[in-house]
């Protein structure tokens, strides 16, 4: 007896239902209950939106619009540095060098996300060597103060998630071969229209999961601003774990975090929107017609009536 087809799917569902649908939804549970007393963390025994209303703070709203720059910034950051390095990764570099540079790519995730992130602390220190550096080539006039503010978590993110953006446009890019780009040359297109009209569209599957591989969990970080934002680094994800840590507030951060989730979803889908709009005419323009153009409809003879 054959077997049902999805049945190669369940170990991924199994895990997909255990380790992310499940939590979310205890999250989303105890988000309706409260805080009990100074020594509890939440109950449910009364269901209210009270904690939707707390997090609904002017707090909230600013640590959001920082979270949100950050996010959009540190993505389009990584998309602009990424972009090139996976094509000349792809296209440039002979075959036999590649998993080498792809290697390279890896080896920040070789170390502790923390680790990294605090080895970042180091370099951007007022007393550290990249200041030094910097003041004994009459760069700065004193110490570098970046250390601890919006640029300082910029810095972090891109370099911590920078990969994520790298590995997808890497596959993409491969996978466009080089007998298209030959073909789009031989039809006259210079280098810059070939990767302009040929590459990038087909490589926009890759583009897609690495602004999301990046922005999604971008916007949840909380330990590259906490280690090198301080106060003016400010993330949502600090507060939801402050809740949760801190505070020990279980019902206040489940509603944080499901204002997050929310949050991400309706950016993620009004961007693809905007996206989806603005290419709208492109993609018309650049629409493949087979066969022959519809002949346009020849005036009916007139026939006189006979006398």
Known sequence: MRSPRFTLALPAWAWLVVFFVAPIAMVVWFSFGYKPGIFGTHANDRLSFDRYVEALSPTFFATFQNTLWVGIAGTVLCLLIGLPVAYWMAVKV???????????????????????????????APEGWLSSLLQGAG????????????????????????????????????????PLREASKDLGAGAAATFLRVTVPLARPGIIAGVLLVFIPLMGDYIT??????????????????????????????????????????????????????????????????GP???????????KEAV
């Open 94 to 124: 002979p075959a036999e060098r590649r998993g080498l540079l792809l290697a390279l790519v890896m080896v920040p995730f070789w170390t502790n996300f923390l680790v990294r992130t605090l080895g970042w602390q180091v370099v951007l």
């Open 139 to 178: 760069l700065t006039d004193g110490p570098l103060e970046i250390l601890y503010t919006r640029s300082a978590v910029l810095i972090g993110v891109v370099y911590n998630y920078l990969p994520l953006m790298i590995l997808p446009l890497f596959v993409t890019f491969d996978r466009v071969g080089a």
């Open 225 to 290: 601003a906490t280690v090198l934002g301080g106060a003016q680094g400010n993330m949502i994800g600090q507060l939801v774990a402050s809740q949760f840590g801190t505070a020990q507030n279980w019902a206040l951060g489940s509603a944080m975090a499901v204002l997050l989730i929310v949050v991400i979803a309706l950016t993620v889908g009004i961007a693809g929107a905007v996206l989806w709009l603005v290419s709208l005419p492109f993609r018309l323009r650049g629409r493949l017609v087979l």
């Open 293 to 303: 153009e519809p002949a346009e409809a020849a005036p009916r003879p007139v026939l």
